[in-house]
């Protein structure tokens, strides 16, 4: 059974970064995508952005394209979030998952971590 779990969240001024981790508790393969969603009070869980496993190739939503990273460390499966130039906006539970295929849609991602919280104060 999957286990995902998320760290490194915390809170920052705005302006900041923070640097997000999520553990893998199984061996990823090259066809799996990592993403990751954010949810704030009251909102629906939007995508930030994920990454094919398999060739590192990333995508970003385009509110936080430019200040969010995301890598991976297959030796460790591990996936990562650097998340610099933070905004208020940008405050959130963020959640890591796991797909099969590419999607921006949080349906398609089968397996969740627990979420790690943002805060960003201004």
């Given at each position: 059974?999957?286990?995902?779990?998320e760290s490194?969240?915390?809170l920052?001024?705005?302006?900041?970064?923070?640097?997000?981790?999520c553990a893998a508790s199984?061996?990823?393969?090259?066809?799996?995508?990592?993403?990751?969603?954010?949810?704030?009070p009251?909102?629906e869980?939007d995508?930030?952005?994920a990454?094919?496993w398999?060739?590192?190739?990333?995508?970003?939503?385009?509110?936080?394209?430019?200040?969010?990273?995301i890598?991976?460390?297959?030796a460790?499966?591990m996936?990562?979030l650097?998340?610099?130039?933070?905004?208020?906006?940008?405050?959130?539970?963020?959640?890591?998952?796991r797909?099969t295929?590419?999607s921006?849609?949080?349906?398609?991602y089968?397996?969740?971590g627990q979420g790690?919280?943002?805060?960003v104060?201004?």
């Amino acid at each position: 059974q999957w286990q995902l779990v998320e760290s490194g969240g915390g809170l920052v001024q705005a302006g900041g970064s923070l640097r997000l981790s999520c553990a893998a508790s199984q061996r990823l393969y090259s066809s799996h995508i990592m993403g990751w969603f954010r949810q704030a009070p009251g909102k629906e869980r939007d995508f930030v952005g994920a990454i094919r496993w398999g060739t590192g190739t990333t995508y970003y939503a385009d509110s936080v394209k430019g200040r969010f990273t995301i890598s991976r460390d297959k030796a460790d499966n591990m996936v990562y979030l650097q998340m610099n130039s933070l905004k208020p906006e940008d405050a959130a539970l963020y959640y890591c998952a796991r797909a099969t295929s590419y999607s921006t849609s949080a349906v398609s991602y089968s397996d969740w971590g627990q979420g790690t919280q943002v805060t960003v104060s201004s």
